[in-house]
Nanobody
Framework: QVQLVESGGGLVQAGGSTRLSCATS????????MAWFRQAPGKERELVAT???????VYADSVKGRFTCSRDIAGNTRYLQMNGLKPEDTAVYYC????????????WGQGTQVTVSS
């Protein structure tokens, strides 16, 4: 059974940094793609970054150059390093996973709040 558990985030001042973690179980990275999404109050969910099964990453224009995806040596935890945070980055952040053959992300973490104060 695939499980994703996020941690990190919290309250950060504008210009600051924080790192989100997504601990995974039940999946093999070479068979799954992963992504980070966020949803701000009153707004639609937004794709922040995708990580393909080979580790290649693509970032939304809104975070490019500020956010970086990585993983631990064992490969079971994915990270989203967030630098140069802006108030508009305030949102609940989710990690998600899907089989490489699927279109939609099937597995989701519980979400973690990031609040950036100005």
């Amino acid at each position: 059974q695939v499980q994703l558990v996020e941690s990190g985030g919290g309250l950060v001042q504008a210009g600051g940094s924080t790192r989100l973690s997504c601990a995974t179980s039940g999946l093999t990275f070479r068979r799954y793609s992963m992504a980070w999404f966020r949803q701000a109050p009153g707004k639609e969910r937004e794709l922040v970054a995708t990580i393909n099964s080979s580790g290649g990453t693509v970032y939304a224009d809104s975070v490019k150059g500020r956010f970086t995806c990585s993983r631990d040596i064992a490969g079971n935890t994915r990270y989203l390093q967030m630098n140069g945070l802006k108030p508009e980055d305030t949102a609940v952040y989710y990690c998600a996973a899907k089989r490489v053959t699927d279109t939609n992300y099937e597995y989701w973490g519980q979400g973690t709040q990031v609040t950036v104060s100005s």
